[in-house]
């Protein structure tokens, strides 16, 4: 499916490879980008870069802070060849001039997105029985916001699942983000908040 699995789950390899493939798509872009105005430059990189960056990114919840930064360095080169500025030039504003959010919240992002599927459709089933309302044995002001039961895990690599990730990144967001009726509202909110 396009993942490297190691025996500790760590996606040493993985990152490894998606960073490897990317630089030389970057490097490739570069030679090009000068000649294109922002949206073009934007909307290829995308296609050829982003798409490696967010695919399957949904296994990286958790995974080691070196690796995220690792990923983030990828995004940041992408940035800065897509808005054709110095290396040496701050990516942050880049990265909010393009509409890009940073790599770890991208992840974050796509677990709420699965999450918030998962409750409006009932699908898909195997993801659907991790998902579960928390009912509360008496009226609390909790009640009304929509919060997930949480599931408590013996080791950090548990922690990654689905079923424990899903639930803490869903109750950390904001009852009107949560709330919305559509995906593109809930998508949009999301990523403002």
């Known amino acids: 499916l396009g993942v490297t699995l190691d025996s500790h789950l760590s996606f040493d390899n993985h990152i490894s490879n998606i960073c490897s493939s990317s630089h030389f798509r970057i490097r490739a872009l570069c030679h090009f980008c ?15 870069v982003g798409s ?3 695919y399957a ?17 990828v995004q940041n080169s992408l940035a800065r060849v897509v808005c054709n500025v110095p290396y040496r030039n ?18 974050q992002h796509k677990i709420a997105v699965m999450t918030y599927k998962v409750r409006l ?9 991790y ?3 928390h ?3 008496r009226s609390l002001r909790s009640t009304n916001k929509m919060l997930l039961t949480t599931v408590t895990t013996k080791t950090a690599t548990a922690a990654r699942a689905f079923r424990a990730a899903a639930p803490k990144i869903w109750n950390c967001l904001p009852v009107t983000v949560k709330s919305a009726s559509t995906i ?10």
């Open 131 to 133: 998902i579960n309302d």
């Open 121 to 129: 459709h009932q699908q898909p089933l195997y993801l659907r029985e």
């Open 184 to 193: 593109n509202q809930f998508s949009r909110l999301l990523k403002g908040h």
């Open 90 to 107: 701050s990516s942050l504003p880049l990265r909010k001039e393009v509409h890009w959010l940073p790599v770890e919240q991208r992840v």
């Open 57 to 73: 990114n949904s296994i990286l919840t958790g995974i080691s802070s070196r690796n995220i930064h690792r990923l983030q360095r």
């Open 135 to 137: 009912l509360p044995a």
């Open 34 to 48: 000068p000649f294109l105005n922002c949206e073009t430059s934007k909307t290829i990189a995308c296609a050829i």
């Open 52 to 54: 490696s960056l967010d």
